[in-house]
């Protein structure tokens, strides 16, 4: 296929995508926004007026910016695992795998798909806070970058899941019992300075705790974690996760008999 | 609805590409293709065929004798252990994406999105190919009218009959105008008036110069619509002619005669096996090289006129039997 008939065919995909999450918008969109809400309610206004400064910022205001990255982080990874692992469950992907669409074109359709759903996720969730909090952005430069490179990262990811599942209970399995703790052990109501040092290190091992603190740098200015170490970090992860995701549909393991 | 599949032109421009090619070039060539999957068993054992562009083929078989495997691995969805596909000379291993743009596939469970409407279906489908929307619509709604189902273009596809889906996956196959259309048994659950129309449409493009390949559990479907036929069995190649030959193979045919008086209940035929099913029906067996006029003039001796006759089972059907039990 040539460039524009790639460019084409990946167009295609992301339409499709994007019309399946806003088709479906009350199982997409509105949870957020309502779960977030509860967030900022309880853990921002009710319990967070009572602990005081964290970081040298109001409880609120420091932990907007890790519930916009939760927001984020879910919903990329719901995205791609939901939409991937129905299309395999109903064969809708033999569509595909039957076209000349190379493998490369059919994986960015679907993680651009989750980080488009990612964005209008962040900005649903952005504007609730700012019903509870005054945002005031250090870097727009950090925060766009940051946003775009998770939820590609965990577009990947759920990617990955999506391919081995064979199941529906194998979509939630992860979210739950991995993605979940990872979120919240990630830094999202809590700076890492609280923890001893031996979980601290042990942290550092936590794809999220780096993309929790870069994106607290975008908005606030203070982070945990060294940015550009934070930046190599999820660049690390985003490249493992994008070789991982091409040797699967390379190979055609549980896609291709 | 009207189910009739009307032709609006655009199958006419198949034909013109496909009789741009080389006539000397086969559609398909199968060279000892063999599969072994995960768990050892070997569907496959190393067949080998060929169709040639504009044949009208049928690959028939029992379940498990290793059709859609084979159709699997000329689109892509399984991976071959050994052997060589070569689609209008492309070879799969070389060139997997230039081959796939020559085949139009139509599986036989329905694999697309049941919450998307019909038309968005046949347009991503475009699109997946490289086509631009305005092209892609604009087939799609020819492709959706010639197919019948142009009125039921919003309707998600879980609200179809499965006529309607049958047709849908026709249509999305076509939307790229492939030079190569597989049918994996389309038939199936589909009513008798549909499954006419169909054939017609069929008979149609492939007139038109599409190859046709087509797997099916009817056989009077593959005797009324292929020219060549292959018999798979057990991951084998049991047969692989023409039509007209298999049928002259056949060294016995069984007739079902409908006699106007009544029959006889000790009647006898030289030379024929004759059975008396009822009081006004008959059948008779029939040898290569014996002539069913020498019954009828019996029958006639004996003042017994016939008003109609069949075949006791599809003729096709009894070769296929003889074959498939043969080579078990």
Same mark, same amino acid.
């Given at each position: 296929?040539?460039?524009?008939?790639?460019?084409?065919?990946?167009?295609?995909?992301?339409?499709?995508e994007?019309?399946?999450?806003?088709?479906?918008?009350?199982?997409?969109?509105?949870?957020?926004?309502?779960?977030?809400?509860?967030?900022?309610v309880?853990?921002?206004?009710?319990?967070?007026?009572?602990?005081?400064?964290?970081?040298?910022?109001?409880?609120?205001?420091?932990?907007?910016?890790?519930?916009?990255?939760?927001?984020?982080?879910t919903?990329?990874?719901?995205?791609?695992?939901?939409?991937?692992?129905?299309?395999?469950?109903?064969?809708?992907?033999?569509?595909?795998?039957?076209?000349?669409?190379?493998?490369?074109?059919?994986?960015?359709?679907?993680?651009?798909?989750?980080?488009?759903?990612?964005?209008?996720?962040?900005?649903?969730?952005?504007?609730?806070?700012?019903?509870?909090?005054?945002?005031?952005?250090?870097?727009?430069?950090?925060v766009?970058t940051?946003?775009?490179?998770?939820?590609?990262?965990?577009?990947?990811?759920?990617?990955?899941?999506?391919?081995?599942?064979?199941?529906?209970?194998?979509?939630?399995?992860?979210p739950?019992?991995?993605?979940?703790?990872l979120?919240?052990?990630?830094?999202?109501?809590?700076?890492?300075?609280?923890?001893?040092e031996?979980?601290?290190?042990?942290?550092?091992?936590?794809?999220?705790?780096?993309?929790?603190?870069?994106?607290?740098?975008?908005?606030?200015?203070?982070?945990?974690?060294s940015?550009?170490?934070?930046?190599?970090?999820?660049?690390?992860?985003?490249?493992?996760?994008?070789?991982?995701?091409?040797?699967?549909?390379?190979?055609?393991?549980?896609?291709?008999? | 609805?009207?189910?009739?599949?009307?032709?609006?032109?655009?199958?006419?421009?198949?034909?013109?590409?496909v009789?741009?090619?080389?006539?000397m070039?086969?559609?398909?060539?199968?060279?000892?293709?063999?599969?072994?999957y995960?768990?050892?068993?070997?569907?496959?054992?190393?067949?080998?065929?060929?169709?040639?562009?504009?044949?009208?083929f049928?690959?028939?078989?029992?379940?498990?004798?290793?059709?859609s495997?084979?159709?699997?691995?000329?689109?892509?969805?399984?991976?071959?252990?050994?052997?060589?596909?070569?689609?209008?000379?492309?070879?799969?291993?070389?060139?997997?994406?230039?081959?796939?743009?020559?085949i139009?596939?139509?599986?036989?469970?329905?694999?697309?999105?049941?919450?998307?409407?019909?038309?968005?279906?046949?347009?991503?489908?475009?699109?997946?190919?490289?086509?631009?929307?305005?092209?892609?619509?604009?087939?799609?709604?020819?492709?959706?009218?010639?197919?019948?189902?142009w009125?039921?273009? %919003? &309707?998600?596809?879980?609200?179809?009959?499965? @006529?309607?889906?049958?047709?849908? =996956?026709?249509? !999305?196959?076509?939307?790229? /105008?492939?030079?190569?259309?597989?049918?994996?048994?389309?038939?199936?659950?589909?009513?008798?008036?549909m499954?006419?129309?169909?054939?017609?449409?069929l008979?149609?493009?492939?007139?038109?110069g599409?190859?046709?390949?087509?797997?099916?559990?009817?056989?009077?479907?593959?005797?009324?619509?292929?020219?060549?036929?292959?018999?798979?069995?057990?991951g084998?190649?049991?047969?692989?002619?023409?039509?007209?030959?298999?049928?002259?193979?056949?060294?016995?045919?069984?007739?079902?005669?409908?006699?106007?008086?009544?029959?006889?209940?000790?009647?006898?035929?030289?030379?024929?096996?004759v059975r008396?099913?009822?009081?006004?029906?008959?059948?008779?067996?029939?040898?290569?090289?014996?002539?069913?006029? %020498? &019954?009828?003039?019996?029958?006639?001796?004996? @003042?017994?006129?016939?008003?109609? =006759?069949?075949? !006791?089972?599809?003729?096709? /059907?009894?070769?296929?039997?003889?074959?498939?039990?043969?080579?078990?």
């Open positions: 296929m040539s460039l524009s008939e790639q460019w084409v065919a990946f167009m295609t995909i992301l339409r499709k994007i019309k399946r999450y806003l088709r479906i918008w009350t199982q997409t969109l509105l949870p957020s926004a309502i779960t977030m809400s509860l967030y900022f309880i853990f921002g206004s009710l319990i967070g007026s009572r602990i005081g400064e964290m970081g040298g910022f109001t409880y609120m205001e420091f932990v907007v910016p890790g519930l916009i990255m939760m927001a984020i982080v919903n990329s990874y719901a995205n791609v695992v939901s939409s991937f692992f129905g299309s395999k469950f109903s064969h809708a992907v033999e569509e595909l795998l039957v076209s000349p669409v190379s493998n490369v074109v059919i994986l960015m359709g679907y993680v651009v798909g989750g980080v488009s759903r990612g964005l209008l996720v962040a900005v649903v969730v952005t504007l609730v806070s700012l019903f509870f909090t005054h945002l005031q952005i250090h870097s727009y430069l950090i766009i940051v946003v775009l490179m998770t939820s590609t990262l965990f577009s990947l990811a759920g990617f990955i899941n999506a391919v081995y599942a064979n199941s529906f209970d194998d979509i939630s399995i992860v739950t019992f991995v993605l979940t703790p979120i919240y052990l990630g830094g999202v109501f809590y700076s890492m300075d609280l923890l001893p031996f979980w601290a290190n042990v942290s550092k091992l936590n794809p999220l705790v780096y993309v929790v603190n870069a994106f607290r740098y975008g908005v606030l200015g203070v982070s945990d974690v940015l550009p170490i934070a930046f190599g970090m999820i660049i690390f992860f985003t490249a493992l996760a994008f070789g991982f995701s091409m040797h699967l549909l390379n190979s055609g393991k549980r896609l291709r008999q | 609805m009207s189910s009739t599949w009307q032709n609006t032109g655009t199958i006419a421009r198949l034909s013109t590409e009789n741009s090619l080389p006539t070039i086969p559609a398909l060539t199968i060279e000892n293709l063999s599969k072994v995960d768990n050892g068993f070997e569907a496959l054992k190393g067949i080998s065929f060929q169709v040639e562009q504009g044949d009208f049928a690959l028939l078989g029992p379940n498990g004798a290793g059709k495997t084979t159709i699997g691995i000329i689109c892509s969805l399984v991976a071959k252990s050994g052997g060589r596909v070569r689609i209008f000379d492309v070879d799969i291993d070389v060139d997997f994406p230039a081959a796939k743009r020559h139009g596939i139509v599986p036989q469970e329905f694999n697309f999105n049941q919450f998307e409407k019909a038309l968005d279906i046949v347009v991503n489908q475009a699109g997946y190919y490289g086509l631009p929307p305005a092209l892609a619509k604009e087939r799609a709604e020819k492709y959706l009218r010639e197919l019948g189902i009125d039921q273009r %919003d &309707v998600p596809a879980r609200m179809l009959s499965g @006529g309607m889906k049958r047709r849908l =996956m026709i249509a !999305r196959s076509l939307i790229h /105008e492939p030079r190569l259309l597989i049918l994996d048994e389309p038939s199936a659950g589909v009513d008798i008036e499954r006419r129309s169909m054939w017609a449409f008979k149609r493009i492939n007139e038109q599409t190859t046709i390949i087509l797997t099916t559990h009817y056989l009077e479907e593959a005797e009324a619509l292929c020219r060549h036929i292959a018999i798979i069995n057990h084998n190649i049991v047969e692989n002619t023409s039509i007209k030959s298999l049928l002259r193979q056949l060294s016995r045919e069984v007739f079902i005669l409908d006699c106007v008086e009544d029959v006889p209940e000790e009647i006898a035929i030289d030379g024929f096996i008396r099913v009822d009081s006004h029906t008959l059948e008779v067996e029939v040898q290569k090289g014996q002539h069913l006029n %020498d &019954v009828f003039s019996v029958l006639g001796e004996e @003042g017994i006129n016939v008003s109609s =006759m069949r075949n !006791r089972a599809n003729r096709l /059907e009894e070769m296929f039997v003889n074959l498939v039990e043969g080579a078990a």
